[in-house]
């Protein structure tokens, strides 16, 4: 074992002074970055969209559509002074001393009751004046961009019907371009055999105004049915919100109620899991390459001449383990750190989230997951490079490999919604993939015997492949020929 | 140490229908150094790796040390052709490590290194990694590697390639210090030069079976001595003569008579003979087979063997 060790740490060593495994590192707070920033900076960049509604029915249509833009400028007025509140005010004293306010803070987007009191205390002008003895940093509070403006229709509105399509194509080019034209007919309503409405534009490519007028127009019709239908209710009435809220029994909190935390718990090892392939991904090409130039440099002879073929894959085994938990743990330091530096705020909440994910019971089986999934798959990648003679070789090799390793990853849709059904059970039985699907499935609960009856299985696949493989590493580490056929490598695997 | 070092016994190696070894049997006494040649092919590479316990024969037997090669790895030093270095490691860690490996402590390891790297006049490059070194300063590195564990055997395998003439006089100079040290050291080369300065016991290999099996003065009795006489005159009738086994008139490429003599034959009679028949003579040479020429022959032989088994 000691020598296991020893090969283990010089393993080790030489996995994390590559310059691959730093880029490796790097890339991936890079990529949570990149998916978490860019998004919303592409959405703060993208400039408002202008556009004019020419409404043949009296301007009914058109006002209400008119009404709709303000209503989404103040809707995301409000998000964006909720976030900026978050991290910027002391919510605690807030709650306190201005429940009214930070109930409007509190609350989830797109409450009509929410936006009203957001109206009543003078949009974020007037609440930012109201809650600035809060304030606990400097940052100033940035408005977002509205994403529409409504433009009167003006000469459109006068064109006749013959020469409609020309002045909208005028309307669409040009430096004051508008970004669409929306045109009501007249006689426009409910009925089914009526004139539809239209909407002209040069941006085929994005369909977010177009769904909003369309949104806006049916809303419009709906109220009118209501009015029709119950002409002395208020219309603002008709649009309630049904209040929910989510428990679970075997939720943290005293009520039951699902928190950030229980959330955190569920997702976790679903994360873990993903990781788990990633960090495979990461590792197999280090693997091969590893073996291959250790072939073709004849260091193998000298390591077999020192230590067993067992020790010497162990230890591979050990070093590229090691390689990947600390991959893990530098990764999660990665996020924290940079929570810490660009999102104060978030950093209570990140460190809280891990440490409910680390008090979880489930910490130590997860774990075990992890570790075995690594072992059986850097083994049939340590096997596969022993094989090869070459790199052309080994990625002949490489592609169904990775094809067969990375199948889990098809499932995982089917495996969220409903993580206990046949499907999840009969993946989890399948040994290589045992380790990823239980990782996967342990916060929903899966009966008793199944997690004993897959550990069992988890255990005993991890130490039969670790012994075949290493009989295979053995058997071909030494030779220069090429790859054996599939046939000929069970035969050989299965001899004794 | 046991008498005999290393051991086969009736040793055979098959992959597939390839018989890599076939029946090989030698004997090697401690503290001596055996040469280890023959073609490429030969079978000296395979025999090597059953030697340091990489393979199992399919049959016969191999002692090393009089055991097992398995149990006695950590007295066994291995140096592979191509050196066997991790291009990455620094000189003074990969030596500690394989010196680890090895059976030592860490702190014991480095210190070894240090000291060796200091002897083979390396010490400044202990922090430099291998890739940085020259191909004779990485090939000493290896040596020192192969070394660090203070082994009883040493299995070189083609330790001279690529050095130039200082550096493998100086590799020369080491491996008969660790012989006169009472190690046991075996090499395999193609430089017949080397083998003819440095080993006490011969061994060549061809096809995979033993040809030779004996010692240098041994392996020069397996040919005959030869002269070679300038002279314009016919000296066919030097065939007269006790103790010449044939006479051979001057051809291409060959511009000397080529007499063979039988083994004690006298070369100065053959010198008495021309003088009392007033032969002028503008070259006289009279010496014996080398070890290349022995090679040739043996490793030849198998040659014309496999080019009439193929006929």
Known sequence: ?496 | MPDTALELSHVTKRFGDFTAVRDLSFAHAGGRILGFLGPNGAGKTTTLRMMLGLMKPDEGALRILGQNPGTVRDRIGYLPEERGLYKRMRADAVIAYFAQLKGLDRATAYARAHDMLERFGLAQFARVRIEGLSKGMAQKVAFIATLAHDPDVLILDEPFSGLDPLNRQSFEGAIRTLAREGKTILFSTHTMEQAERLCDHLIILARGEKVFDGTLAEAHRLLPRRARIGAEADLGFLRNLAGVLSVSPPAQQQPYWDIALKEGADGAALLAACFEQRVALSHFDLSEPSLQDVFVSLAGREAEHVQEAAQ
């Open chain 1, 1 to 496: 074992m000691r020598r296991a060790l020893l090969v283990a740490r010089s393993e080790f060593l030489k996995y994390i002074t590559r310059r691959g495994f730093i880029i490796s590192l790097l890339m991936f707070p890079v990529w949570v970055v990149i998916g978490g920033v860019v998004p919303h900076w592409i959405e703060s960049k993208t400039p408002t969209r202008n556009f004019t509604v020419v409404d043949k029915t009296g301007g009914h249509f058109a006002f209400a559509i008119a009404k709709a833009v303000q209503d989404d400028d103040e809707i995301a007025e409000r998000d964006a002074l909720s976030s900026y509140a978050q991290a910027n005010l002391d919510m605690d004293r807030l709650r306190e001393k201005m429940p009214q306010l930070a109930a409007i803070l509190d609350a989830p987007s797109e409450d009509p009751e929410t936006l009203a009191q957001f109206r009543k205390f003078g949009g974020a002008t007037g609440i930012l004046s109201l809650t600035a003895p809060l304030r606990k940093t400097r940052v100033e509070f940035q408005p977002p961009r509205p994403r529409f403006h409504f433009t009167p229709p003006d000469a459109l509105q006068a064109a006749d019907e013959g020469a409609f399509a020309n002045a909208v194509n005028e309307s669409l080019s040009g430096p004051h371009a508008l970004y669409a034209v929306v045109f009501i007919p007249k006689g426009f309503s409910d009925a089914k055999s009526g004139p539809e409405a239209e909407f002209w534009s040069i941006n085929a490519s994005d369909p977010e105004l177009e769904h909003f007028v369309r949104r806006a127009l049916t809303e419009e019709l709906r109220r009118r049915v209501l009015a029709k239908f119950a002409p002395d209710v208020p219309p603002e009435t008709f649009k309630p919100t049904a209040a929910m809220r989510a428990f679970d029994p075997a939720a943290s909190g005293g009520n039951h109620e699902i928190s950030l935390a229980d959330q955190a718990r569920t997702y976790a090892p679903a994360v873990l899991a993903f990781l788990l392939l990633l960090t495979i991904f990461m590792n197999a090409g280090a693997l091969l390459s590893g073996v291959i130039e250790e072939k073709s440099s004849r260091i193998v002879e000298v390591m077999l001449s020192c230590v067993t073929p067992v020790e010497f894959m162990t230890g591979k085994l050990l070093g590229a383990a090691a390689a990947s938990l600390l991959t893990l743990t530098l990764w999660t330091l990665m996020l924290l750190i940079g929570a810490g530096l660009f999102l104060p705020g978030a950093l209570s909440n990140m460190g809280g989230l891990v440490m409910s994910i680390l008090s979880t019971g489930l910490l130590p089986m997860l774990l075990l997951c992890f570790i075995c999934g690594l072992l059986i798959y850097a083994s049939i990648f340590l096997a596969i490079g022993s094989m090869a003679t070459s790199i052309q070789d080994a990625q002949a090799l490489v592609g169904p490999t990775m094809i067969l390793v990375m199948a889990p990853l098809i499932m995982m849709p089917a495996l969220l919604r409903d993580p206990n059904g046949a499907i999840a059970t009969v993946l989890s039985w399948i040994p290589i993939y045992t380790p990823f699907f239980m990782m996967f499935r342990l916060p929903w609960n899966p009966p008793l015997l199944e997690v004993i009856g897959a550990t069992i299985l988890m255990i005993a696949t991890t130490i039969l492949l670790v012994i075949q493989m290493g009989r295979i590493f053995a058997r071909h580490v030494l030779t220069a020929e090429r790859p054996p056929r599939l046939g000929a490598l069970l035969r050989g695997t299965f001899r004794r």
